[in-house]
């Protein structure tokens, strides 16, 4: 089962190295739209966006650090020895689960985002806009930062758990577990989007619920298909704006894929009320 969920894992990892790719150019390219002032690219959504998926990838190399590469028995010098001499097992899982609220609360901003632009559009451009937009972007900080610092204060190193042949944090006497819960208004044309993202995060939070239910029982069988499944549903979460963006708005995806190389400029003016119905 090991040898399953290691060989799982780097086929995963294959996947989340394409998509972290894809994402990065994405960012690119949505930063210089916003750095030219390109009236499809407009600041009061894609700002918040942009932010988003900056943290996403610090989460997603930050997931790998903490939990991936560990439950594969990869340099265990390093994270037996290594990084507790350094005091950093309690300050790097802190920051993972500092990041997973985090990145909740920017799905609730980017839902709050949406709902405004339907129900109040005369005020929307004000509201997301200088410095009420900087507010509304810095306001899951004030949240997440004192969040941090009182997970470090927790003790946290590393075992080899034999039982299931993988690494794992241990915290003594106390359990922290974080369910990502995204719960969208419903939006006129994003609408399989907040079902497809909600339902993703209920799958989350359920197999959190799980994975902690097998560790207190010591079921070791459930563990790894949790951790199996926990695995491919984070990815999803994670990759799932920028692949979401690409297939609703054609315009952005042919001026994305116009700006990576692989078109010709060249924008069917058939789908602009597609995208203006999508990005506001």
């Not at 959504?45 to 990838?57: A, K, R, T």
């Not at 200088?130 to 306001?139: A, D, P, T, V």
């Not at 004192?146 to 106390?174: A, G, H, K, R």
């Not at 692949?243 to 315009?251: K, V």
Request: charged share 10%; hydrophobic share 55%.
């Amino acid at each position: 089962m090991a040898l399953a969920l290691n060989i799982y894992t780097v086929l995963l990892f294959i996947i989340d190295l394409f998509s972290t790719i894809l994402y990065v150019l994405l960012l690119i390219f949505l930063i210089k739209m916003l750095a030219t002032k390109n009236s499809k690219i407009t600041k009061h959504f894609f700002s918040l966006f942009v932010m988003n998926g900056l943290f996403n990838l610090l989460f997603v190399f930050e997931e790998y650090l903490t939990f991936r590469i560990p439950r594969m028995k990869l340099f265990q010098t390093f994270y037996l020895i290594v990084l507790p001499s350094m005091n950093l097992p309690g300050k790097i899982l802190a920051l993972n689960r500092s990041l997973e609220m985090l990145l909740s609360l920017f799905s609730v901003n980017i839902a709050f985002n949406r709902f405004s632009s339907i129900y109040w559009p005369m005020y929307y451009s004000v509201l997301w806009s200088n410095f009420k937009l900087f507010m509304l972007m810095m306001w899951p900080f004030t949240i997440c930062i004192p969040y941090f610092l009182y997970l470090m204060q927790f003790f946290v190193t590393l075992e080899l758990d034999s039982s299931i042949e993988m690494l794992n944090f241990v915290t003594p006497n106390t359990t922290v577990a974080e369910e990502i819960i995204n719960i969208s208004k419903q939006e006129i044309m994003l609408t399989k989007f907040s079902i497809t993202n909600f339902a993703v995060a209920l799958c989350i939070a359920f197999i959190n619920i799980l994975i902690i239910f097998a560790e207190m029982h010591n079921l070791n069988i459930l563990y790894e298909i949790c951790i199996f499944l926990f695995f491919i549903t984070k990815s999803v979460f994670t990759f799932f704006a920028p692949y979401t963006l690409l297939i609703l708005s054609n315009e952005i995806r042919m001026k994305f894929f116009t700006f990576i190389g692989f078109k010709q400029t060249q924008i069917d003016k058939s789908s602009v009320n597609t995208v203006k119905s999508v990005i506001i």
